[in-house]
């Protein structure tokens, strides 16, 4: 009895350790899921693909122009926001679909009115703001079968929008 007394506690012993997870591992599956809900919406064609748009930003008229667009193999741990905070003087970058229907959005600071900290003469700290003519500034986002446009918009001191340009977003 003492033969199988043992066997049967070593068995259990082996059987918790295995139907156990730790917590690590619960959160690591719990993410996995999301990523399967977030990559559900994907088509097959891009359902791993990340997109990088380069953007030029001009003052003087105040247009965008798109530098270039990069396809990548690959999965994002995470994407936008679903509801970016509105900051003035940012940029609400949108990508759009081919009826200008929004797809997914962010919130980037102006790249034309960067701002800067640093040590002065007296080693202290400092803030500078530039106002700049041209910048560039880069977009990533997890590829979205049906994105077309990319909408930049000023977002003003009182959280209006300025529509600054619509760019098409080419293969």
Do not use: W
């Not at 003052?59 to 530098?67: D, G, K, N, R």
């Not at 994002?76 to 990508?95: A, Q, V």
């Amino acid at each position: 009895m003492s033969k199988y007394f043992h066997l049967i506690i070593t068995c259990l012993v082996l059987l918790s350790f295995v139907a156990c997870q730790t917590g690590n591992e619960i959160g690591q599956m719990a993410e996995n899921n999301s990523m399967d809900i977030q990559q559900s919406s994907l088509t097959k064609n891009s359902e791993l693909e990340i997109l990088f748009v380069n953007v030029r930003l001009v003052q003087e008229p105040y247009h965008a122009e798109v530098i270039n667009t990069v396809f990548a193999k690959g999965r994002l741990k995470s994407d936008f926001l679903k509801n970016p905070t509105l900051e003035p003087h940012h940029l609400l970058c949108s990508f759009l679909d081919k009826n200008k229907k929004l797809v997914k959005q962010t919130v980037i600071e102006n790249p034309l009115k960067p701002h800067y900290e640093y040590l002065d003469e007296k080693d202290e700290f400092a803030n500078v703001n530039l106002e700049l003519e041209t910048a560039e500034f880069s977009l990533r986002t997890q590829f979205v079968e049906g994105i077309t446009f990319l909408k930049i918009e000023h977002i003003l001191e009182d959280k209006a929008l300025q529509v600054v340009d619509i760019l098409e977003v080419k293969r």
